[in-house]
């Protein structure tokens, strides 16, 4: 099969487009990152604000199914920036609506989404529970799953929290493990949120999730995520005794910014019943990372 995954060059991208490339046809984009590279895939530059570069690269690619990754940064990018973050996703994700249906092959389109579009009153949340996002970014995600939902395309839309692994390059975001790591191994001090929690999954068995749900014939919204419902000063801690960092650099803060909602915690029994599989505690993930070797990109 064919496929084209729009932010092929991220973190969460690379590692997909890696798990798919066996046996399939794998396109990934890029927008600045053109140092990538993944084993048995190709890559063309896109600029997902531009209709004109996301139908060009649809039509030269033809996919059967496109997985639609990329994003801002972070979220005090959408916050400082929110005319550029309704480019990227909102208005970004009517054009890959817009590209698929020009294709007229009926191509399948996976949408990877957040935890963010809840505002963290729960404790966890399932799919069915009704959305009402806590931040600017949860904001343009919401509506972006509200586009792809009323497009008519053969959708998925499957939402993600915390996932954590080694990137393949410095260029990639850093996700919170990393952030440990970096600051611990160079003796800097990491402070961590105790009133923060997730349900964090480690990118390679996330990854796999992610391809079964894309590969699959199922529609609408499913929750990718791990089964620990986590602090993140708590998960720092954990992270430090697995990858053996010393964790007297680690502080306990409390956030009171505003940026995050409180409860960023997932269910995820709708999605291991459809993929009859059973998602991952914490520290498996971390101890998978302890057994691999770091990239010198970290």
């Known amino acids: 099969m064919k496929i084209l995954v729009i932010g092929g060059s991220g973190f969460i991208g690379s590692h997909l487009m890696e798990f798919l490339s066996t046996p399939h046809t794998v396109t990934g984009t890029f927008f600045s990152n053109s140092q990538i590279e993944i084993p048995g895939c190709t890559f063309e530059q896109a600029d997902i604000r531009d209709p004109a570069s996301i139908t060009s690269v649809c039509k030269k690619v033809r996919p059967r199914l496109i997985i639609q990754v990329c994003g801002t940064k972070s979220i005090e990018f959408c916050e400082a920036y929110p005319g550029e973050a309704k480019k990227i996703h909102t208005e970004g994700t009517q054009h890959v609506v817009e590209a698929c249906l020009s294709l007229n092959t009926g191509t399948r389109l996976a949408y990877i989404s957040t935890d963010c579009v809840f505002n963290g009153k729960k404790q966890s949340y399932t799919e069915e529970d009704q959305t009402d996002p806590f931040n600017y970014y949860g904001h343009v995600k919401r509506d972006s799953e509200e586009i792809i939902i009323n497009s008519g395309l053969n959708f998925i839309v499957i939402r ?6 080694w990137r393949r390059c410095n260029r990639q ?8 790591y970096k600051a611990l191994n160079s003796g800097e001090v990491f402070s961590a949120a105790a009133n923060i929690f997730n349900t964090p999954l480690e990118i390679s068995h996330a990854a796999r999730a992610v391809a079964a749900l894309a590969l699959g014939r199922d529609e609408g919204i499913f929750h990718v995520a791990g089964n620990t419902r986590i602090s993140r000063y708590d998960f720092a801690i954990k992270s430090a005794e697995i990858l053996r960092l010393d964790p007297s650099y680690l502080r306990q803060a409390i956030d009171n910014s505003g940026l995050r909602q409180l409860n960023s915690c997932l269910s995820v029994k709708k999605t291991e019943s459809s993929l009859n599989i059973r998602f991952e505690k914490v520290e498996e993930g971390l101890k998978r990372m302890a057994a691999q070797s770091p990239s010198n990109e970290v």
């Open 160 to 165: 993600t929290s915390l996932l954590f692994g």
């Open 173 to 180: 975001a850093c996700n919170f493990v990393i952030s440990v």
